[in-house]
């Protein structure tokens, strides 16, 4: 059984930075297909980042020159960076694993077959 656990949220002013973390067990592949998601209050649950197996990366353009995903693929361990973060990115963020193989870098929540807890970055003004 997959499971994620997420780490390093926090609340930070506006243009500040964050760097979340996600450690993962239950499953084989070294470079799995992964992504991070965010949900804000009242809003549907959103796309960030995606990683595919050969560590190619996709953004939602909301985040794109800000957001940075990678992995250690030794720790399993999933990261994203955060810069420049504004009030908007508030949201918990979550952390996903694809066993899906007909989605490549998608940032659809139906391609994610499994999810961490969330951790909170909330951003102040």
């Known amino acids: 059984q997959v499971q994620l656990a997420e780490s390093g949220g926090d609340s930070v002013q506006s243009g500040g930075s964050l760097s979340l973390s996600c450690v993962g067990s239950?499953?084989?592949?070294?470079?799995?297909?992964m992504a991070w998601f965010r949900e804000a209050p009242g809003k549907e649950r959103e796309g960030v980042a995606a990683?595919?197996?050969?560590?190619?990366?996709r953004y939602a353009d909301s985040v794109k020159g800000r957001f940075t995903i990678s992995r250690d693929a030794a720790k399993n361990t999933l990261y994203l960076q955060m810069n420049q973060l504004k009030p908007e990115d508030s949201a918990m963020y979550y952390c996903?694993?694809?066993?899906?193989?007909?989605?490549?870098?998608?940032?659809?929540?139906?391609?994610?077959?499994?999810w961490g807890q969330g951790t909170q970055v909330t951003v102040s003004s």
């Open positions: 996903a694993f694809s066993t899906r193989k007909d989605y490549y870098l998608s940032l659809l929540r139906r391609a994610y077959d499994y």
């Open positions: 239950g499953f084989s592949e070294t470079r799995p297909r």
């Open positions: 990683i595919a197996n050969g560590d190619t990366v």
